[in-house]
Nanobody, 117 residues
Framework: QVQLVESGGGLVQHGGSLRLSCAAS????????MGWYRQAPGKQRELVAG???????NYRDSVRGRFTISRDNAKNTVYLQMNSLKLDDTAVYYC???????????WGQGTQVTVSS
């Protein structure tokens, strides 16, 4: 059974930092593309950052330079370091695992990030 468990969310002031973690189990982690998504109230879920099997990364424009995605295949964990947080970063953050060859994907349960002024 595949499980993705996010942690590290919380309440932070504008300009602060948080580090999210997503621990995966039940899959061959190193073979999956990992992504962090977020969904704010009343908005669609959007991709924030992704990291490929080889470590290549991509970011949405609004977080580039402030967020850093990384992975530790030995720990089956993907991270999202979020710096210089803004009010607009408030959302539930989800991690997702995709194996394009197998056509399989899995979601975590999400972790709330709230940025206060």
């Amino acid at each position: 059974q595949v499980q993705l468990v996010e942690s590290g969310g919380g309440l932070v002031q504008h300009g602060g930092s948080l580090r999210l973690s997503c621990a995966a189990s039940g899959l061959i982690f190193s073979s999956y593309f990992m992504g962090w998504y977020r969904q704010a109230p009343g908005k669609q879920r959007e991709l924030v950052a992704g990291i490929g099997r080889g470590g290549s990364t991509n970011y949405r424009d609004s977080v580039r330079g402030r967020f850093t995605i990384s992975r530790d295949n030995a720990k089956n964990t993907v991270y999202l370091q979020m710096n210089s947080l803004k009010l607009d970063d408030t959302a539930v953050y989800y991690c997702k695992a995709d194996h394009y060859g197998l056509g399989s994907s899995y979601w975590g349960q999400g972790t709330q990030v709230t940025v206060s002024s």
